[in-house]
């Protein structure tokens, strides 16, 4: 069967952000809980992937090898692209109280041993580059 239908590359452009709404880690249903992430093209994250390239790069003219990192460090790294990458969140609270987002409460977060379902979910959603392209605004 031959597609038929044409795509008109006006119809959907690349956004700066997206807001993803957690879901909840025992039934997988969507909350109110949404977290704002930076999409590829906004430039916080743009230079955070090109100093990462920059930096390889530099290690590899310097060596003439690719270095393997340490698992640690990568862990590391990771939570300092999910906190970069974090524009903000609301719905979300502990102890019944409302979470006010922070870079630092981020880092927490992120980092937090029993809360490793909602690093998860934020990374998963950085992932996935359908939820930073939109239908274009028609004027």
């Known amino acids: 069967m031959q597609p038929t239908e044409t795509l008109d590359l006006d119809a959907f452009e690349d956004v700066a952000t997206a807001t993803v709404a ?26 955070i992937q090109f100093d990462r390239a920059r ?42 109280k409302p979470l006010d987002y922070s870079p630092e409460a981020a880092r927490l977060l992120y980092t937090d041993a029993k809360r490793q379902w909602v690093r998860a979910q934020v990374a998963k959603a950085l992932d996935e580059a359908e939820r930073f392209i939109s239908a274009s605004v028609k004027t």
């Open 22 to 47: 957690l879901k909840n880690p025992a039934t997988g249903a969507p909350t109110a809980a949404t977290v704002e992430l930076y999409g590829p093209e906004h430039p916080v994250r743009k230079k």
């Open 55 to 96: 930096k390889l790069r530099a290690s590899f003219q310097r060596s003439g090898k690719i270095e393997v990192s340490d698992p640690l460090d990568d862990v590391s790294d990771q939570t300092d692209f999910l906190v970069a990458c974090t524009a903000g969140w609301s719905g979300l609270t502990q102890g019944g």
